[in-house]
């Protein structure tokens, strides 16, 4: 199925989003484009200080980091492909310049049809799963919804941790929980904006970032329009096994 990731999950729902909302989560596999959006965080980070070294010790993850700064570009590239699976999927990266030094932060989210009886996302039946960082060992369900005014909110429900052939479902009290939102802002010419929270309940906030972008397609290289082609450099050092 072509049909973008995000109108499956939302159904007739997606329509009620704002048009520009709706041609940003467009992209399906073999479109022989992908979504390059550049812009500023007024925040991003983590705001507490006491809790940057131990973020800092998961670095090589490329989920969560120790800097925090206002005021402070990104780029993200998005791709729709069909993971190794065959399940339609959308990979983000977002590259974050922090003075000094420039931190990545890249993850998969595929709509999982829950035929096999939902290994992938603790048997919830169809809907989108979110794989997070270069490996891909942390993934959660994702709940959507669209506001009155059009924006796009998410919530991530029951995560689980993928640590070879070893699923491990996240307690309750540990696991963090991300709340997102995005919206097309009509101002000054029109711009994307997005908000996201990710909060633990022992630690409190652990992640925030919150900004405007702008956003465009661009082609391939070479017209490629293979429903599974992914990047090189946007590729995971890992996937899971379904196995």
Same mark, same amino acid.
């Given at each position: 199925?072509?049909?973008?990731?995000?109108?499956?999950?939302?159904?007739?729902?997606?329509?009620?989003? #704002?048009? *520009?909302?709706?041609?940003?989560?467009?992209?399906?596999?073999?479109? +022989?484009?992908?979504?390059?959006?550049?812009?500023?965080?007024?925040?991003?980070?983590?705001? #507490?200080?006491?809790?940057?070294?131990?973020?800092?010790?998961?670095?090589?993850? #490329?989920? /969560? /980091?120790?800097?925090?700064?206002?005021?402070?570009?990104?780029?993200?590239?998005?791709?729709?492909?069909?993971?190794? /699976?065959?399940?339609?999927?959308?990979?983000?990266?977002?590259?974050? /310049?922090?003075? +000094? $030094? $420039?931190?990545? !932060?890249?993850?998969? $989210?595929? !709509?999982?049809?829950?035929?096999? +009886?939902?290994?992938?996302?603790?048997?919830?039946?169809?809907?989108?799963?979110?794989?997070?960082?270069?490996?891909?060992?942390?993934? $959660?369900?994702?709940?959507?919804?669209?506001?009155?005014?059009?924006?796009?909110?998410?919530?991530?429900?029951?995560?689980?941790? !993928?640590?070879?052939?070893?699923?491990?479902?996240?307690?309750?009290? !540990?696991?963090? &929980?991300?709340?997102?939102?995005?919206?097309?802002?009509?101002?000054?010419?029109?711009?994307?904006?997005? #908000?996201? &929270?990710?909060?633990?309940?022992?630690?409190?906030?652990?992640?925030?970032?919150?900004?405007?972008?702008?956003?465009?397609? *661009?082609?391939?290289?070479?017209?490629?329009?293979?429903?599974?082609?992914?990047?090189?450099?946007?590729?995971?050092?890992?996937?899971?096994?379904?196995?």
């Amino acid at each position: 199925m072509n049909t973008p990731i995000y109108e499956r999950a939302l159904g007739s729902d997606f329509a009620r989003l #704002q048009p *520009e909302l709706q041609e940003y989560f467009a992209l399906a596999p073999g479109s +022989g484009h992908y979504g390059v959006g550049e812009g500023v965080f007024d925040v991003v980070g983590c705001r #507490q200080a006491w809790l940057r070294p131990l973020l800092r010790l998961t670095t090589g993850e #490329q989920a /969560f /980091f120790p800097e925090y700064g206002e005021g402070v570009r990104f780029r993200i590239e998005n791709h729709a492909h069909l993971d190794p /699976f065959g399940r339609s999927s959308l990979t983000a990266r977002r590259e974050i /310049f922090f003075p +000094g $030094t $420039t931190r990545l !932060f890249q993850d998969t $989210t595929s !709509f999982d049809d829950g035929d096999d +009886g939902g290994p992938a996302n603790g048997g919830r039946g169809p809907g989108l799963v979110d794989y997070v960082g270069r490996y891909r060992r942390l993934v $959660t369900d994702l709940n959507l919804s669209v506001t009155p005014e059009g924006r796009l909110r998410g919530v991530s429900e029951a995560s689980r941790l !993928f640590l070879g052939p070893l699923r491990i479902p996240l307690p309750a009290a !540990f696991d963090a &929980k991300a709340y997102a939102e995005q919206w097309w802002e009509p101002q000054d010419g029109g711009r994307h904006r997005i #908000q996201v &929270k990710v909060i633990q309940p022992q630690l409190g906030l652990v992640l925030v970032y919150a900004g405007h972008f702008d956003y465009r397609l *661009e082609p391939y290289p070479g017209g490629i329009a293979t429903p599974g082609y992914l990047p090189g450099h946007a590729r995971p050092d890992g996937w899971e096994s379904r196995v």
